[in-house]
């Protein structure tokens, strides 16, 4: 029964101690001592991102021999659900990799710090390219750092839209040529001429941008109307119905991935993606030659074409190694031995010099080669990284592909659904 | 129910006194009661001592704090607000994919539960008898629960039920053209069910374990009184296991009610086509870890608590008709 | 397994079983036949991993067929070239580790628990386990947050701790509640009788209940090794460095939702770690067997 009672005090003091400790995250990462300091970088990527990351870093510890750094990376979803818990528990790691749906949402709950501090003493960005750079910042600031570059681009099998008689795509095509061709190819070979790509509200952004809008304005408001999304849904549902759009049961998968992809699954003879993937379109595509081009537009000054950062760095705020942070921070970004073994691995080496010697490499692989050959040539039609997701924007680009399921399998009408993301963008938007 | 009589009567011939008679103090004899409940309330917290640790620290604590947080606005990143029933109130009145949630759950878990609980109770029965490679075939059953929901079985699943996989090609050879069932929104939670009944190893062996522990000189003495198989199965099997019965059927209607893996796995996380898999804590999952809405998240643990603790109330309140304890007083 | 056991719900445990009449042949030979090709729809997708396990990338989703176009063992020469700078038996022997204790702790503090709850009495009984009813109906992603930031207050994040401690504190209300199942339909009167012997309630749980409550240690044993094994929500919140990465952590590292997932080494190391798994099964699954019908319950 004593026992009994001291475990309970125990348990009770513990117990308190939790629920006190729940709500009020004030550590971080423990202070090194004797000047010895160790850092923890994450990031989500496949092994091969890895095994480049991890040569990288050790290449970065030899350097800086009062350093230690512990890398810790995972998948897409259980790397953002562990670092949620993480940052929860006020043990975030030092440096750590964010995409444009969550990087908004990081900084506004302050998880962030700012970068500027340390802008051109330890941290230099002279040599990555302002459009791409343009992207870290938010409210004037400087909070992360792009990790690579990345451009959108029309992926389509060459033979099929050949033996189609269909117009190979080319700089400054309309979407109603895209239309056609589309159609034609998917009359001619039995294979829709492209992937639905109504799905993902990245596409439906390129299309507002074309039309001198954005996906969100000042204050993290919506940039759109319910009209606005009716015509993108309106052009995939005619040229859907028309043969020219992937099928509802190939459109649902679409994740970005090779894997569930609609043109690697020959469920489509074209795709819209980012051009990081490019590589591993070409690894995995059989029976065809693919060929990247630029994405149709409707303006004569838009290409629709933004240098987008597949993913970027930042600093956690209460990181007690904020310095050393920075240091691995711009040592990933700018050494050249870091940046020859990261490679492609994050998209194009948002360094310019590091780019270049990549592209030149002896070593790049044919699909880094590809890559690079397709920036190239849309240099010119690239612009700006397109504005920055407020907080809530992760959830809206979610619903955004559940309710285009809901209008692709005829549960609801263009404008009913059009209607209602709006209604629910602006709810979700607002309770933030 | 003679049944249930036939058992209690072979079950007292066998072993001795009824149970019943035990509650009329004809034992008290041999020490104060008083005193030895008293000692058996100590040994029983000293029993009981690492269990309580963990209720409380890592039970209790984390459930009265996360039923407090379903009452504020927390986010994962900020210090809570207390926000009342707001979560609750939007919930019930201003998220229609919430009843989407539950309308997907409550299909999911009408028909996966009496389908696990039926193949695992029939396997179960056939492979208590007593035939030769009884080992292999129960390892074979148990199977496919060994391989868990990882993200080989999702892929598995979408060869199996895409598009042009195999089930459609199969099923266009008789005629039958459905096209694929994990990519349309009517039949996408019918592949879920099959994963779910697909695994019923762990009902089996808590069965198959059920009954291995009914007395081998029970069914002697139903069969000494003439009683045949299917007499047997009914008399004495199914009384005699009804207490595990109800345990896999309560535990499996929770199990069901909390699916995630499978739904997360296959549908990459997002309870598609449409909200045709969103299950309940699929969504839980989406508004606490993607949201960061954890207030909300929280409120939506509790009315699922609360509606699985009513569920549960109701189950043990019809056991009383039908769940024999042979240990016990009474039902 | 002894006959007498295996046996008890068929005619053929009657004694006096002499020469074996054909008809009873023919419905043996029914039953296989008839349990066999369940069997084997049952296991086609497992056929279809192992397989698949042998095929090169593009012929995972593209051919249906089990036998594949172009077999290739290039998945698992990978798989044991290492993975993320560790050997692949690395993460076996995390795994293992963290099963193995996990195991030992649910069999130890679940069974105590659940025998105080099924026969000791004691003030406040029926609502306490009312309340471990409870807990197997909490949704873990709403506890995870507290519970993270309490190992992470005690210093355990990235250790095995906050995965086996809870097994040693009967976290698993499972369990007990299995246990107390198992304990409700063992006959009182063993420990009556044993109680007029003048044994107190820990020798009863020692040298009575224990050994009559086999088949559900054993089942206890089998599912948390298995469900341990598979766990991946849990290993993936408390576990940082890969050098603590225990199976289903090393296999996430082959998907890449956005970008190429590298199905052949996925698919061989999902195959191989179905191996321990199989083994322990079959290790075990014939202790369900040795029921308390057969181990002296009689007398």
Known sequence: MRLFRHVRRTAAVALALALTGTMTTACGSSAGSGGAVSLRFAWWGNADRAKATQAAVALFEKDNPGITVSTEYESYDAYFQKLATQVAGGDSPDLFQLDRATLGEYQQKGVLRALDPYLGTTLHTGSVPAILLSAGKIDGKQYAIPGGQTTQMLLYDKTLWERAGAAAPAAGWTWEQFAAAAEKVGKATGVPGSTDFGWAIDWFEVWLAEHGKHLYGANGTLGFTAADLSSFWGMTATIRAADGLSKPSATTKMDGSTANSALVTKQAASEINYDSNLTGYLASYSGGTLAAAPLPTDSASVSGLAAMPPVSFAVSQRSAHADAAVKLLDFLTNDPSAGALLGTTRGLPPNLSTRTSVCASATASAGDKAVCGYESTVSKLVGPSFGNWPTGAAAVKRDFQQIYDNVIFGKTSVSAAAAQLVSDAQQTLSQQ | ?331 | MTAHTADDASPASAPGRGAVPATRVRRSLIWHVSTIVVVVVLLYPIGWLISSSFKPADEVLGNLSLWPRHATTDGYRQVFSGIAGYSVWHYFGNSLLVSAGAVAGNVISCSLAAYAFARLHFRGRGPLLGFVIGTIMLPQHAVLIPQYILFQKLGLVNTFWPLVLPKFLAVDAFFVFLMVQFIRTLPRELDEAATLDGCGPLRIYRYIVLPLLRPALITTAILTFIWTWNDFFTQLVYLNDASKFTLPLALQIFIDQTGQSAYGPMLALSVLALVPIVLFFLAFQRFILEGAASSGLKG
């Open chain 2, 1 to 331: 129910m003679t049944g249930s009589a036939t058992l209690r009567q072979t079950d007292g011939r066998d072993i001795g006194p009824a149970p019943a008679s035990k509650r009329d103090g004809r034992r008290s004899a041999v020490r104060s009661r008083a005193a030895r409940r008293r000692g058996e309330g100590r040994a029983a917290w000293l029993l009981l001592t690492p269990w309580a640790a963990g209720a409380l620290l890592l039970t209790l604590g984390p459930a009265l704090v996360s039923l407090y947080l379903s009452f504020t606005d927390y986010n994962l990143f900020n210090p809570p607000h207390w926000v009342g029933l707001r979560n609750y109130t939007t919930m019930f009145t201003n998220d229609p994919r919430y009843w989407d949630a539950v309308r997907v759950t409550a299909q999911y878990v009408v028909l996966v539960v009496p389908i696990k609980l039926a193949a695992a109770l029939g396997v179960a029965l056939l492979l208590n008898r007593g035939r030769r490679g009884l080992g292999f075939y129960r390892s074979a059953f148990y199977a496919p629960s060994l391989l868990g929901a990882s993200v080989a079985v999702a892929l598995v699943w979408r060869a199996l039920f895409s598009t042009g996989g195999t089930v459609d090609h199969l099923l266009s050879d008789i005629g039958v053209h459905t096209g694929g069932w994990i990519d349309q929104p009517q039949y996408a939670v019918y592949t879920l069910v099959l994963l779910g009944a697909w695994q019923f190893g762990a009902p089996m062996v808590i069965f198959l374990a059920g009954l291995k522990q009914i007395p081998a000189d029970l069914y002697e003495a139903a069969a000494i009184d003439g009683a045949g198989r299917l007499r047997r199965l009914w008399s004495v099997t199914l009384p005699l296991l009804s207490p595990v019965l109800l345990f896999n059927l309560v535990l499996e209607t929770i199990h069901a009610f909390q699916a995630f893996t499978g739904a997360f796995i296959v549908s990459g996380g997002r309870g598609g086509p449409g909200d045709s898999t969103l299950f309940y804590t699929l969504y839980l999952y989406q508004r606490g870890f993607t949201d960061f809405r954890m207030g909300y998240a929280s409120a939506m643990a509790w009315v699922l608590l609360l509606v699985l603790g009513v569920l549960t109330l109701l189950l043990f309140a019809t056991a009383r008709r039908w769940v024999f304890y042979a240990g016990q007083e009474r039902p």
